[in-house]
């Protein structure tokens, strides 16, 4: 963290002595108030719900221009990574904070490759579910699970076991992931097969069975494989800022990654894709494109409690970036796969230049997210619907992970301990 020259003065208007807050500057981004001496020098706590003005941790990781619509992972923007490399390139980047040379490539490649295999037990501990659980129900449970199996690296504190459980949960969530699709449906699970990419590797496993072999499209491959980049990180979301708190109490990473997987179920988080999704569903079921005046008119009646979901976001306050390049990958799906006047993606396009153009979203600022059209692709692809959070949780991975080291390897990290306001009844006695 950098000094500014600047410092900042806090005064009380009931003559109280006024301080003065030191200023830090990032790289890029809005600069910093130091409030930690706050509460020691005037008895007083900040108060922010939702962290609307506060940073909580200093990261180097990943940046987001809100209002340019800029999404940067170590620098690099989403568009070029998107376009230039695959998702284990962007892995190594989110880990190590530089792309892979050729040799480094190679070798994290084999690495990860060669943790995809879970241990076998893994699949019965996932027969004690219902077949009708959600999958985040069963990854929840998976992914803290993988505490009990790999003991030789829960010490978050040791530089090693943080190394190779980024490793193992990078190569076994696809497995995982896998497993708990195969498993509600009722089909054998598919050991990974290390002859193919990592997104390819997913797809079979998804969709491949012992009675034929299965072929990975390219398009489809390169498809997935462009939703796991989109959703690697994204700086100090909810489900980031919760393996983060999870993780300041030294608890082991698979438990502080199971923390991230049930905050991003949530319809506001990871849940929203889900969500667009079933909205499409329901618009087309009331009478499609022609009804979308009538669904806009309920979301924006406040009292309707209905929401234009995969729209708006807590700090886009622009077009997501990451919309458009989703939004591409929908054309090259649907037409690769000869779906190109798909209905529902039809609707969501309409829907889309309609809200863009309607005063109350575009005073709120509220534009499609990543959200809006990730549901189409993966729909197409075959992934069902309450599944579309699980692979959200696979591509984030890497980002909780990385996020988690990050922290842990800070010298100024400490356990997180919100203050609060309280608002409650004073000091009392019973009497009886
Ligand atoms: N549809 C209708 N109105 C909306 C929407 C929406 N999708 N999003 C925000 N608004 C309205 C709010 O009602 C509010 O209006 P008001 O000022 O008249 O009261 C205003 O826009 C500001 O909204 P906030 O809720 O204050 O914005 P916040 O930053 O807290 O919320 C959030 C962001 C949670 C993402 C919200 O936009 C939302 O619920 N969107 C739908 C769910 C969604 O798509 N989530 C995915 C997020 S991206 C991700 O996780 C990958």
Same mark, same amino acid.
């Given at each position: 963290m950098k000094l500014a020259d600047n410092k900042a003065t806090l005064s009380f208007s009931n003559g109280?002595?006024?301080?003065?807050?030191?200023?830090?500057?990032? #790289?890029?981004?809005?600069?910093?108030l130091d409030i930690r001496k706050l509460y020691a020098q005037t008895?007083?706590? %900040?108060?922010d719900p939702?962290?609307?003005? %506060? @940073?909580?941790?200093?990261?180097?990781? #990943? +940046?987001?221009?809100?209002d340019k619509g800029e999404l940067l992972y170590r620098g690099y923007p989403i568009e070029q990574l998107a376009t230039n490399c695959n998702y284990l390139d962007t892995c190594y980047l989110l880990l190590n904070g530089e792309l892979p040379d050729p040799q480094q490539k190679a070798d994290f490649e084999k690495l990860v490759t060669n943790? #995809?295999?879970?241990?076998?037990?893994?699949? *019965?501990?996932?027969?004690?579910?219902?077949?009708?659980?959600?999958?985040? @129900?069963?990854? %929840?449970?998976?992914?803290?699970?993988?505490?009990?199996?790999?003991?030789?690296? #829960?010490?978050?504190?040791?530089p090693e076991h943080r190394e190779i459980s980024a490793i193992r949960l990078i190569a076994k969530m696809p497995t995982l992931v896998a497993m708990a699709y195969k498993y509600g449906v009722g089909q054998p699970y598919q050991y990974p097969q290390n002859h193919l990419s990592y997104a390819g590797n997913f797809l079979r496993m998804m969709f491949g069975n012992p009675c034929e072999e299965y072929k990975v499209n390219p398009?489809?491959?390169r498809a997935m494989d462009r939703i796991f980049i989109l959703h690697a990180d994204h700086e100090q979301n909810a489900s980031t800022s919760t393996v983060r708190l999870c993780g300041s109490s030294g608890t082991n990473p698979f438990a502080a990654i199971a923390a991230g997987v049930a905050c991003l179920w949530g319809p506001a988080h990871g849940g929203a894709n889900e969500a667009a999704l079933n909205m499409l569903y329901d618009i087309q079921k009331q009478g499609?494109?022609?009804?979308?005046?009538?669904?806009i008119k309920q979301v924006k009646d406040k009292n309707s409690g209905v929401k234009l979901m995969g729209f708006g976001h807590r700090v886009y306050k622009n077009y997501d970036p990451r919309a458009k390049l989703m939004q591409e990958t929908c054309n090259e799906v649907l037409s690769a796969m000869g779906l190109e006047k798909d209905p529902l993606f039809a609707l969501a396009?309409?829907?889309?230049?309609?809200?863009?153009?309607?005063? +109350? *979203?575009?005073?709120?600022k509220l534009y499609p997210n990543v959200d809006f059209y990730s549901g189409i692709v993966q729909r197409a692809i075959g992934i069902p619907v309450n599944l579309f959070t699980g692979i959200f949780a696979l591509a984030r991975t890497v980002g909780w992970i990385a996020q988690l080291n990050e922290m842990i390897s800070d010298p100024e990290y400490k356990i997180g301990r919100p203050r609060q306001l309280y608002t409650g009844s004073p000091r009392r006695d019973i009497k009886r």
């Amino acid at each position: 963290m950098k000094l500014a020259d600047n410092k900042a003065t806090l005064s009380f208007s009931n003559g109280s002595p006024s301080i003065e807050l030191p200023v830090y500057q990032g #790289t890029i981004g809005p600069d910093v108030l130091d409030i930690r001496k706050l509460y020691a020098q005037t008895d007083k706590f %900040t108060y922010d719900p939702g962290f609307l003005s %506060t @940073a909580s941790c200093q990261s180097a990781i #990943t +940046y987001i221009d809100g209002d340019k619509g800029e999404l940067l992972y170590r620098g690099y923007p989403i568009e070029q990574l998107a376009t230039n490399c695959n998702y284990l390139d962007t892995c190594y980047l989110l880990l190590n904070g530089e792309l892979p040379d050729p040799q480094q490539k190679a070798d994290f490649e084999k690495l990860v490759t060669n943790h #995809t295999m879970v241990n076998e037990q893994m699949q *019965f501990f996932l027969r004690g579910f219902r077949r009708d659980a959600h999958p985040m @129900a069963v990854l %929840t449970g998976l992914v803290g699970g993988l505490s009990a199996f790999y003991h030789d690296s #829960t010490d978050i504190n040791n530089p090693e076991h943080r190394e190779i459980s980024a490793i193992r949960l990078i190569a076994k969530m696809p497995t995982l992931v896998a497993m708990a699709y195969k498993y509600g449906v009722g089909q054998p699970y598919q050991y990974p097969q290390n002859h193919l990419s990592y997104a390819g590797n997913f797809l079979r496993m998804m969709f491949g069975n012992p009675c034929e072999e299965y072929k990975v499209n390219p398009v489809i491959e390169r498809a997935m494989d462009r939703i796991f980049i989109l959703h690697a990180d994204h700086e100090q979301n909810a489900s980031t800022s919760t393996v983060r708190l999870c993780g300041s109490s030294g608890t082991n990473p698979f438990a502080a990654i199971a923390a991230g997987v049930a905050c991003l179920w949530g319809p506001a988080h990871g849940g929203a894709n889900e969500a667009a999704l079933n909205m499409l569903y329901d618009i087309q079921k009331q009478g499609g494109v022609e009804k979308i005046g009538d669904f806009i008119k309920q979301v924006k009646d406040k009292n309707s409690g209905v929401k234009l979901m995969g729209f708006g976001h807590r700090v886009y306050k622009n077009y997501d970036p990451r919309a458009k390049l989703m939004q591409e990958t929908c054309n090259e799906v649907l037409s690769a796969m000869g779906l190109e006047k798909d209905p529902l993606f039809a609707l969501a396009k309409k829907l889309e230049s309609i809200a863009l153009e309607d005063e +109350y *979203f575009v005073s709120r600022k509220l534009y499609p997210n990543v959200d809006f059209y990730s549901g189409i692709v993966q729909r197409a692809i075959g992934i069902p619907v309450n599944l579309f959070t699980g692979i959200f949780a696979l591509a984030r991975t890497v980002g909780w992970i990385a996020q988690l080291n990050e922290m842990i390897s800070d010298p100024e990290y400490k356990i997180g301990r919100p203050r609060q306001l309280y608002t409650g009844s004073p000091r009392r006695d019973i009497k009886r």
